[in-house]
């Protein structure tokens, strides 16, 4: 039988609970489950808080916390443990002592005020934290203010950073790491038994940033308790907690929260957009019929993830399908990036209908597009002869045909989009829909429709 818990790491929280879900202990369960390790918790205070602040706090008597840390410990392996929200002396005793008779390897996240505004720590549990619990604590992840509170250092650069980190050090703590993202985006990393020292350079993102000095530090928690070293959980921490800024969403009056899941849904997304679009694939070329359908140039299907910007995020056959003895066949890979042509068609159409993420080129004939029109395929078109000069055909045609085909300001878009072509340019009709499968179909029905009905002329 195999063992589970050898598999998934158990770790845990003790910390404040967040009301508005973007920090403390509802921030690290996500970074938990997002970083594939089982979170626990030992909730120490709740909060009233919301994205504008902290309106009030109500701390759970010592026991309470004790008995919660004992819970989960008793029954589950746990290694490692993170610490966020200890609002005073008291509670910080506590959780030291649980954590020294668990045997408990502690990141410390020396929480002193939220994001949003609000203190989180009582002036006079400073001191206490520094000797109870930094004393045999594996990590400590101040940003720069709760640094300047533990060092007693004015930072202002990575070197005072340093200075700080060395200082802090000397409570006992294994290893400082001192977080820049309200001085230059640098980490600096200090390990106390080495005497060595690593920045971590950053860059400044776009993004809601309440919830990430939890988040870093629950990540580094995740990491360190599957094995990886201090500066590499620090490394994969800080791109994770960047991926989380970026993927935040404004849900209140205040600083946006982080979002602990942005990657994975992202990355999750991709995947379904990938397979939809090789499905599509097998689609066409497992219908005979659509060789027919297939222009002198090749044909491509693509699709785009939903917040898709460039091509890279449209999902494309590399090579193309071509016409191999009047048979259809996938000429390259289906991959991200695999299309120019039809991903810059999708593209365009999604700028105005942001559902209509896939498309496919099919060749041109007054017969394909009297097919369209029979099963009610809403259609527009484009004059080549009338292209900018140094303009993408593709953005200004498929911009043009939709603009043309709409009276209101609300652009719909067609469900064909075709040109007779000009010199040296092929005449083609461009299918669009929502998926490359829906895609697909209606192109084999096309196809199917083609082979079974009379020359039009």
Same mark, same amino acid.
């Given at each position: 039988m195999v063992n589970i818990m050898s598999i998934t790491p158990v770790v845990l929280t003790i910390a404040g609970s967040d009301s508005g879900g973007g920090a403390g202990i509802e921030a690290d369960i996500k970074t938990f489950a997002a970083l594939g390790v089982h979170g626990t918790c030992a909730i120490t205070s709740v909060t009233a808080q919301n994205t504008t602040g902290v309106l009030s706090i109500y701390d759970l008597p010592p026991f309470v916390i004790s008995a919660q840390i004992n819970a989960v410990c008793s029954d589950m392996d746990v290694k490692w &443990?993170? #610490?966020?929200?200890?609002?005073?002396?008291?509670?910080i005793e506590v959780v030291s002592k649980e954590a020294r008779s668990q045997g408990l390897s502690l990141v410390v996240d020396p929480v002193m005020a939220a994001e949003a505004g609000g203190d989180l720590l009582r002036k006079d549990a400073v001191r206490v934290l520094k000797e109870k619990l930094l004393s045999f604590s594996k990590v400590v992840t101040p940003n720069i203010y709760e640094a300047r509170t533990l060092s007693g250092i004015d930072i202002k650069d990575v070197?005072?950073?340093?200075?700080? &980190?060395?200082?802090?050090? /000397?409570?006992?703590?294994?290893?400082?790491?001192?977080?820049?993202?309200?001085?230059?985006?640098?980490?600096?990393?200090?390990?106390?038994?080495?005497? #060595?020292?690593?920045?971590?350079?950053?860059?400044?993102? /776009?993004?809601?940033?309440?919830?990430?000095?939890?988040?870093? &530090?629950?990540?580094?928690?995740?990491?360190?308790?599957?094995?990886?070293?201090?500066? /590499?959980? &620090?490394?994969?921490?800080?791109?994770?907690?960047?991926m989380a800024i970026v993927s935040s969403a404004k849900v209140g009056r205040g600083m946006g929260p982080v979002n602990q899941l942005g990657s994975t849904l992202r990355n999750a997304q991709r995947y379904e957009t990938l397979q939809n679009t090789i499905s599509a694939a097998?689609?066409?070329?497992?219908?005979?019929?659509?060789?027919?359908?297939?222009?002198?140039?090749?044909?491509?299907?693509?699709?785009?993830?939903?917040e898709a910007s460039t091509l890279t995020d449209v999902v494309g056959v590399s090579g193309r399908i071509v016409r191999v003895k009047c048979m259809p066949y996938i000429a390259g890979n289906v991959e991200f990036g695999g299309s120019s042509h039809v991903a810059r068609m999708v593209l365009a159409a999604m700028k105005f209908d942001p559902s209509i993420r896939a498309a496919i080129n099919l060749s041109y004939s007054e017969k394909v597009l009297c097919i369209?029109?029979?099963?009610?395929?809403?259609?527009?078109?484009?004059?080549?002869?009338? /292209?900018?000069?140094?303009?993408?055909?593709?953005?200004?045609?498929?911009?043009?045909?939709?603009?043309?085909?709409?009276?209101?300001?609300?652009?719909k878009v067609p469900d064909i989009i075709y040109d007779k072509g000009s010199v040296g340019k092929e005449p083609m009709v461009r299918l669009f829909g929502k998926n490359a499968e829906e895609v697909a179909h209606k192109a084999v029905i096309i196809a199917r429709l083609y082979s079974s009905s009379g020359d039009i002329q």
């Open positions: &443990a993170k #610490t966020g929200m200890l609002s005073s002396a008291e509670i070197n005072d950073a340093k200075k700080a &980190a060395k200082l802090i050090a /000397e409570s006992g703590v294994e290893a400082v790491i001192v977080t820049g993202g309200h001085l230059d985006a640098s980490d600096v990393v200090y390990e106390s038994a080495s005497d #060595t020292f690593t920045v971590l350079p950053g860059k400044f993102l /776009e993004g809601g940033t309440h919830g990430s000095g939890c988040t870093y &530090a629950a990540s580094i928690t995740a990491f360190l308790s599957r094995g990886y070293s201090i500066v /590499e959980a &620090a490394m994969l921490a800080k791109s994770f907690v960047e097998n689609i066409l070329v497992s219908c005979n019929e659509f060789g027919k359908l297939i222009a002198e140039v090749g044909c491509n299907i693509a699709m785009a993830i939903s369209c029109r029979e099963m009610g395929l809403t259609i527009s078109s484009f004059d080549r002869c009338d /292209e900018p000069e140094q303009v993408n055909n593709m953005d200004w045609g498929v911009s043009f045909a939709i603009g043309n085909f709409n009276s209101t300001a609300l652009k």
